[in-house]
Nanobody
Framework: QVQLVESGGGLVQAGGSLRLSCAAS????????MGWFRQSPGKEREFVAG????????YYAASMQGRFTISRDNAKNTVYLQMNSLKPEDTDVYYC??????????????????????WGQGTQVTVSS
């Protein structure tokens, strides 16, 4: 079992930056693939970024590539999402998610919410224009 708690959300002006953190409990965190998703009311949860258990491989949704950076510190049981050059359309609730397996199997990247077993409560990110 892994419990996830996000933090770091808030209000920022367009062009600004935020760093989200996801603190995990559980001894097996370092063996979990981790991801960040976001969701607007009435919409499906959208994949933002993913990272392998070792941190050696990272993956991004096309619209976040170059602006967002996912990283992890297994010694601290924490995953991060550095978000730069934020846009008003980045306004969403951001969720941390974990799965006890690889983020990518062959050519198949795990980008669907149902492929992740553990979720945090979410943190609101609001970008003003």
């Amino acid at each position: 079992q892994v419990q996830l708690v996000e933090s770091g959300g808030g209000l920022v002006q367009a062009g600004g930056s935020l760093r989200l953190s996801c603190a995990a409990s559980g001894r097996t965190f370092s063996s979990y693939g981790m991801g960040w998703f976001r969701q607007s009311p009435g919409k499906e949860r959208e994949f933002v970024a993913g990272i392998s258990w070792s941190g050696g491989s990272t993956y991004y949704a096309a619209s976040m590539q170059g602006r967002f950076t996912i990283s992890r510190d297994n010694a601290k049981n924490t995953v991060y999402l550095q978000m730069n050059s934020l846009k008003p359309e980045d306004t969403d609730v951001y969720y941390c998610a974990g799965r006890p397996g690889p983020i990518k199997v062959g050519t198949s990247l795990r980008i669907h919410a149902e492929e992740y077993d553990y979720w945090g409560q979410g943190t609101q990110v609001t970008v003003s224009s």
